[in-house]
Each structure stands twice: as C-alpha cells, then as structure tokens.
C-alpha cells in the first residue's frame, strides 16, 4: 500500500507543483492546494501548460511507447526491455508495462484538475472555456492510449487529491470511449483554431483529428469482434477528417523528410505534436537515441535500440525511394563522421529507422541527450489515411474521394532532393533542391485496386509506409486483428530481394498470442489495489 500512497500523493501535488515559474512564485510551494493555487487567470494558464508537460514523460510520448514490437519495428536483440521485444513479457514488467501505466494516470489527474477548478476561477469565460477543453483534449489523448493499451481502465472524472476510496475497478471500455468522445466535442467547441494557438496546443483541428480517429479505432474493434459491422462510427470518421481537409489549415510537406526534421519544427503538417526543447532545460529527449541512424552519438548516430524490421524495408513500391530510405535504411554513421550507405541487402548490419535521426549535426551546442526534435501524434497525412480507411468501409469499395486522398501521399512522394540518389538524400542537405519526377509513385485507381479487400490490404501496408516509426503500427494491428498474423507471418515469409526470412524472428513469432492485443495490467497496481481484474492470459 506504501506504493499507491506514494503515487497519489505524486498524482495530487504534481498538478499544483509542475507549471511555469511565475505562477510558483506567486503561491509559496509550502502552501500550494487547490484552495489557494487556483485563484486567477494566470494560473489557470499555468495549470493548463503543465498538465501539457504530462505528455513529455517517458511512459507516455518520451520512449516507452516505442519498444512494442510489430511487424515493421523491434526492439534490439540485445534489449528486449523486459520481454516486450520478443513477447514474453508478464504484468511484473517494469520497463515499459508500469510506466505506460502509471504516467498515464499521472498525466490523467494533472488534467483533472485544471478541468475541476478552472472553471471556478473568474476570469474571461472564453478563454476559462478554451483552456478547459485544453485540458479535456488532453484526457481524452491519455485515455485514448490506456483503452487501447489495457481495453476495461478505471475512469477518474475529477482530480485525486485524498488517499481515501482508492480501490477502483475498472471501467468499462465503451463507457471510456464515450467520455474521450464527449470530450473531443468539447473541444472542437471551444478550443483555438490553427493560427490563433501556440505551438504544441490543442486545436480544432487536433479535436477533429483525433476524435475521427477514436470513431475508426472503435468501428474497426466493433468489426473485429464481430459485435456490429462499425458503420456509423466509420461515417463519422471519414465525416470528421473530411473536415479537416476542406479547412484547409494544413498541408502537406512538399519533401516527406521535412516533416520531421528539427530545422523544420511546427510545420503546416502537424496536427499536434509533442514539444520537446534542448538547451538544458531537462525539456528535450531521446527519441533520436533509440531510433535513428546507428553510429556514435556525438557525430548523430544513435544506440540503436530500435529498429527497423528487414520486411518493412520490402514492402515499399520500387519508386518509394524518399519514404523508404528516409524511414527503414541500411546505412550507419562511422567513427569519421561518415555514412556507410553501401551495404548489401544480406549483410548482418541491421536495418535503421531513420525517421528521427540526429545525422547531419548541424548545431555546434548538440547534446545527443537533449535533443530539440518534436514529436508527431497527428500528422496530416493521416487524417487523408483516415479518409480513406473510413470511407472504404462505409462503401464497401473505394470511391473516386478514397483514390483522390490516397494519391496526396503519392504525390508528395515524387518530390526528392537533389539528385534524388539514396546518398544524397541520407546526407540530407539544406537548402533542399526538389525536383519532382512523376515516375514515382503514378496514381492508383480502380484499375490498381477495384474492390474493398483488395484497398484495405493497400492502406494497411500505406499507413506502414507513410508512418512507420511513428508509434501507431501496435495499434493499426490490434484494431484489425493482425497482431498475431503479421509476426507469424514473417517469420516463414522470404519477402523479394532476400534469400531468407526475418533474422533471430522464431522466438517472437512463436511467443506472440491473441492475449497480447492488450497490454497487461502492472502486477504493483493489481496489489496496490485489489478491485482491479487482470486481463486474459496473464
């Protein structure tokens, strides 16, 4: 029990304790409760960008996230952070299952409480209103990762504060749905519009965005279980990121790389993101560290801790060269600074996701582990995958809109750098010199994909192409029951170009299990409170 004290404790102190320095100037942290920290607008302010800063933590979009194993990324072999890499993982891991866990809910109640005393405070009800559906986007995002983690999780309406009743059970999954759902609705009420927000905050757009996600997530479980056909909660989806396309307040990079790298940082692509800052400010990260282009880190390798499966860098189309090499390459930063880029396809060097990487260094004052890069939890160009996803459903087939969405991406992949060579392009050099070749990438059309199977097996290995190490492959392969399948399947599948399948892939393929579709709940929360149920098969 000393352990559950303890976190509740943490969970109620941190949102009164962790927002900007004026605002713990102004209320002594000897003193500070939620009776004398909540008194003016200023700390309203201050309570909202603080519970903003829940998103930073490793358990949520720091790097724990990263280390679920799929079809396209895995762990190292020499880390396998527990068993997650190679899915022998129990409710007693640690390293991932407990931090996903715990910070979560951490991040959970520093929301709660900006959405509980906000509203108390007097000041411009316009701005109360926006920055309580702020902090309501913000449940929503941290429930929405602990439904599809765990499936049945408690659900905390209102702040922790008191260490009495905390034997909990868990909520059901549709009832926690529908709370991420009635709070996206509030959010695309209230919130700020894409250009009257700062960096890193909530939008209309990000409101729309990730409620059209949560509708297809959960039309496509619907599907999977075989509890309904999921229809109106496609309808909404595709109805949702058509929204947000005929806004028209984003757009797509017009160089894939450049939706990520740190040069180009809050670009019209991104929906929402996760700000990270260097400069010693304990703000930045090590997104790069784990993944990114292996080397030492000084010169901008990485550990190499997570990496990219040799089947992802097959299933590109033979044109896709930008997104193929820019996210799954086989190339490494050497002792001199250099690339190697000459690997042979069978060569025991492993292969790269190289979507975050920290090579060229650019900037003198570099600290490998304070590293400035953002990151993505909606991109644009998903909201075209959703489009398109949603309305195959809804229609049974692609439509024209389906080919029209799809062919965005296709398009923005025709442009490359330079001489649009794999060397050039790993070099990564500014000021960028595109030219576009309409030999890559040519549109689809009925002709290519005439039937609903035929598109939905297109934009599963789509939504792998274009965001493939962006953390969202565990959940695509859940929501469509493909988990087991697709690990299973590559370790017997010979993919073209290679003489034999996935490299040390037995011992994966051979742990993974129907249970595995959710996480496990931590064995130190089942003892800590003994009104949680364990999920099946752990």
Not at 485 to 511: L, M, V
Request: one cysteine or more.
């Amino acid at each position: 029990m000393q352990n559950i004290k303890y976190f509740f404790i943490l969970l109620a102190l941190t949102a009164m304790l962790s927002s900007c320095q004026d605002f713990l100037d102004e209320v002594p942290k000897t003193e500070a409760s939620p009776e004398n920290f909540y008194k003016t607008a200023e700390h309203a302010e201050a309570a909202v960008v603080g519970a903003y800063n829940a998103l930073q933590r490793n358990g949520v979009y720091g790097q724990n996230q990263q280390y679920l194993t799929t079809d396209i990324i895995r762990c190292a072999n020499w880390n396998t952070q527990g068993g997650i890499g190679t899915y022998s993982f129990t409710s007693e891991n640690t390293q991932v299952v407990a931090v996903i866990w715990r910070e979560h809910f951490k991040g959970i109640n520093e929301a709660n409480s900006a959405i509980t005393h906000i509203p108390n405070i007097d000041m411009d009800v316009d701005r109360r209103n926006t920055l309580v559906a702020e902090a309501r986007f913000l449940r929503a995002l941290l429930y929405f990762n602990l439904v599809r983690y765990y499936g049945d999780v408690p659900y905390m309406e209102s702040e922790v504060n008191s260490l009495d009743n905390l034997e909990v059970p868990r909520d059901p999954a549709e009832l926690v749905y529908n709370k991420i759902i009635a709070d996206l609705e509030f959010g695309i009420e209230h919130l700020d519009v894409k250009g009257e927000a700062a960096a890193g905050r909530a939008t209309v757009g990000s409101a729309k965005t990730l409620l059209a996600k949560v509708y297809l997530t959960r039309g496509s479980m619907t599907k999977r279980d075989g509890k309904g056909d999921g229809l109106s909660d496609f309808q909404a989806a595709a109805t949702l990121a058509g929204e947000v396309i005929t806004d028209g307040g984003y757009q797509l990079c017009e160089y894939f790389p450049d939706a990520f790298i740190v040069e180009n940082k809050n670009n019209d692509e991104i929906i929402f993101d996760v700000q990270f800052k260097s400069g010693g400010l304990n703000e930045g990260n090590y997104i790069g560290m784990h993944m990114g282009l292996q080397g030492p880190p000084a010169l901008g390798g990485s550990w190499g801790n997570i990496i990219s499966t040799q089947y992802f860098h097959t299933i590109y189309e033979p044109t896709d060269l930008v997104r193929q090499e820019w996210t799954s390459c086989h190339v490494r930063v050497q002792g001199n600074g250099t690339l190697r880029t000459d690997y042979a396809e069978m060569f025991w060097e492993s292969w790269k996701i190289g979507k975050f990487r920290r090579y060229p260094v650019r900037n003198p004052d570099f600290v490998f582990s304070d590293h400035d890069i953002h990151w993505p939890v909606l991109r644009y160009s998903e909201v075209f995958l959703i489009y398109a996803e949603a309305l195959n459903e809804v229609n049974n087939g692609p439509t024209d809109e389906v080919f029209a969405a799809l062919n965005e991406l296709r398009k923005r992949a025709r442009n490359v750098n330079g001489d649009g060579t794999r060397e050039y392009l790993h070099e990564d050099y500014l000021p960028r010199d595109l030219t576009y070749d309409a030999n890559i990438l040519p549109d689809i059309s009925s002709l290519d994909f005439p039937d609903y199977e035929s598109m939905k097996e297109y934009i599963m290995l789509e939504r792998a192409r274009e965001l493939g190490g962006e953390c969202k492959r565990w959940f695509d392969l859940v929501r469509w029951g493909k988990l087991v399948e697709n690990i299973k399947f590559i370790a017997t599948y010979t993919p073209p170009g290679r003489t034999r399948p996935e490299d040390q892939w037995a011992t994966t393929a051979n742990n993974v299990s129907d249970h595995h579709m959710l996480l496990p709940i931590p064995i130190s929360e089942m003892n800590a409170n003994p009104a949680l149920e364990q999920n099946p098969g752990y």
